[in-house]
Antibody, heavy 117, light 109 residues
Framework: QVQLVQSGPELKKPGASAKVSCKTS????????VTWVRQAPGQGLEWLGW????????NYPENFKGRVTFSRDTSASTVYMELRSLRSDDTAVYYC??????????WGQGTLLTVSS | QTVVTQEPSLTVSPGGTVTLTCASS?????????PNWFQQKPGQPPTSLIY???NRQSWTPARFSGSLLGDRAALTLSGVQPDDEADYYC?????????FGGGTKLTVL
């Protein structure tokens, strides 16, 4: 079955960087895009962007360009999300999600990133 | 800034029918915005329900249906069960990226 398993919770100081991993299984890694979404405490969902694991092509919204980078390791069927220059309002649960043909289907379990001094 | 708007909250009786909607600030929602719908219960990641307007995921019960209603996307729940109490989010593909609605808190009472 399709699974996306994310790395564990992280505590970072303001100004630092964080890197979250998302290991996929149950489907051909290069056949489906992966979208990243975050959810601040008590808030709604926010799109962080998308990566095509086949060629590494990425698409970021304007408000995250220059601060977020997605990458992938095809040998490990894993995608990564790095967020830099962290602020307290980046505190959120970060999700990776399988995204193919305009269908957002399978969600990772989420990774809590806490930014605090 | 592109905004997607949902009803903040709705209440429905068990066994009843309720429709949640999803509107775009930049124009009518069409099939070309590929509406997706998600359910989220407290402390859990979202679960995908509907993709590309009206297609159920393989695990989505038949009582959930998606459609276009006027200039909005709609999610209709029929024969509502107490377990359907949750937050519901829509997402639209707008200007090359996904934009999520603010969510609807559905109470079954």
């Amino acid at each position: 079955q399709v699974q996306l398993v994310q790395s564990g919770p992280e505590l970072k100081k303001p100004g630092a960087s964080a890197k979250v991993s998302c290991k996929t299984s149950g489907y051909i890694f290069t056949s489906s895009g992966v979208t990243w979404v975050r959810q601040a405490p008590g808030q709604g969902l926010e799109w962080l962007g998308w990566i095509n694991p086949y060629d590494g092509h990425t698409n970021y919204p304007e408000n995250f360009k220059g601060r977020v980078t997605f990458s992938r390791d095809t040998s490990a069927s894993t995608v990564y999300m790095e967020l830099r220059s962290l602020r307290s309002d980046d505190t959120a649960v970060y999700y990776c999600v399988k995204d193919i043909h305009f269908s957002i289907s399978h969600w990772g379990q989420g990774t809590l990133l806490t930014v605090s001094s | 800034q592109t905004v997607v708007t949902q009803e903040p909250s709705l209440t429905v009786s068990p066994g009843g029918t309720v429709t949640l909607t999803c509107a775009s600030s930049i124009g009518a929602v069409t099939s070309d915005t590929y509406p997706n719908w998600f359910q989220q219960k407290p402390g859990q990641p979202p679960t995908s329900l509907i993709y590309t307007t009206r297609n159920r995921q393989s695990w989505t019960p038949a009582r959930f249906s998606g459609s276009l209603l006027g200039d909005r996307a709609a999610l209709t729940l029929s024969g509502v069960q107490p377990d359907d109490e949750a937050d519901y989010y829509c997402a639209l593909l707008l200007l090359g990226g996904w934009v999520f609605g603010g969510g609807t808190k559905l109470t079954v009472l």
